[in-house]
């Protein structure tokens, strides 16, 4: 299955992301950081992992990111603190 991970650097999200691919998904990780999620380890190394950087409030980068994919997972949690 395609599965984009909206927030995918934050905590929760590096761990969706990571259960998707262990689970053999083609995971596309969204987030605004330009670092992989660290789940996954630095250059995305792991097969089937696409990340793209973007801001949730673009709607042209969000557009990129959910393009084909088959479920969006959004990665909520609350702040630090």
Do not use: C, I, N
Not at 31 to 51: C, H, K
Not at 65 to 73: I, K, P
Request: charged share 20%; no cysteine; proline share 6%.
């Amino acid at each position: 299955m395609k599965v984009v991970v909206v927030d995918a650097r934050e905590r929760l999200g590096e761990l969706l992301v990571g259960g998707a691919l262990s689970r053999g998904h083609q995971v596309t990780a969204f987030g605004a950081s330009r670092r992989p999620p660290a789940e996954v380890g630095p250059g995305g190394a792991q097969g089937g992992l696409r990340t793209v950087s973007g801001d949730l409030l673009d709607r042209v980068a969000v557009a990129v990111a959910v393009a084909g994919q088959e479920a969006v997972l959004y990665a909520v949690e609350p702040p630090a603190g």
